[in-house]
């Protein structure tokens, strides 16, 4: 389904977090959809938490579909279930490779790669796929490629690496390395899969990095500036939207102000 200015006032969001004060601070914070936003406690990590988490949303999309009467104006209806999925859950175990413990390299690989893995899984299950394809069936006559889309959030760091990350930068190439094999999987099935990697963002992960060290990576971005998150959630936008990105699936694209690290 779209998502324009025009379905704004009736999209219905689930934010999941593994702590769920996190996830309710964002969804207070959305303004565009005020009573829409659902936040809810997931460890991507737990195959039954991500389960429940999908069915959560697909619950919420029924719900959005019904007060909109079936569709929003001469758009065609969207799907009777969640069509978005955004991974973004992430963490860092920073430290050289000599210094990296089993536990640190395996909890960044698990949060970072099984988890997106597992949500692609759950959103991506036979039987969501069937009802994925009733709908495109009833919409025959509409020229739409996909019914939903998958946008996972790697980081340029899987594309140029860095010290101290090799769990992270593992983690994130394989994130990468899974949108493109899912994408080829999905194609056929209106599913689209790309990945976002971010350079650095200003975010409160970052904002923990020393200033020392924030001002030397901030050198070496050509814009000379951090990324804002808001940057990369319009990208995660378009690449959600259907209508606006709908031939574009298997890609990675950088929001990095052009990083050199």
Not at 108 to 126: A, Y
Not at 156 to 168: D, I, K, L
Request: proline share 6%.
């Amino acid at each position: 389904a779209d998502v324009d200015a025009t379905a704004a006032a009736a999209c219905a969001e689930a934010l999941t977090e593994e702590r769920e004060s996190s996830s309710s601070s964002a969804a207070a914070a959305i303004p565009r959809v005020p009573g829409r936003a659902v936040a809810a406690g997931c460890d991507v990590t737990e195959p039954v938490q991500v389960r429940r988490a999908v069915a959560m949303a697909d619950e919420l999309a029924e719900r959005a579909l019904e007060d909109l009467g079936g569709g929003s104006g001469d758009a065609p209806p969207p799907p009777p279930l969640a069509s978005i999925l955004v991974n973004c859950a992430g963490i860092t175990r920073d430290a050289l490779l000599p210094r990296m413990s089993v536990e640190d390299f395996d909890a960044v690989v698990g949060v970072n790669l099984r988890g997106t893995w597992l949500t692609c899984r759950h959103f991506c299950s036979q039987e969501r796929l069937e009802l994925l394809a009733e709908h495109r069936g009833a919409l025959a006559s509409v020229p739409a490629t996909t019914s939903a889309s998958i946008v996972n959030v790697a980081s340029v760091v899987a594309r140029t690496g860095n010290f101290g990350q090799t769990n992270y930068g593992a983690s994130k190439a394989g994130v990468v390395g899974l949108t493109r094999s899912l994408a080829k999987e999905m194609a056929g099935r209106g599913v689209r899969a790309n990945a976002i990697l971010p350079g650095f963002i200003d975010t409160p992960m970052s904002k923990a990095v020393p200033e020392r060290i924030r001002e030397g990576i901030r050198a070496k971005v050509p814009m000379g500036a951090f990324g804002r998150p808001k940057d990369v959630a319009d990208l995660a936008l378009f690449l959600s939207s259907c209508d606006r990105s709908g031939y574009i699936t298997g890609e990675s694209i950088e929001c990095s102000g052009m990083i050199a690290l």
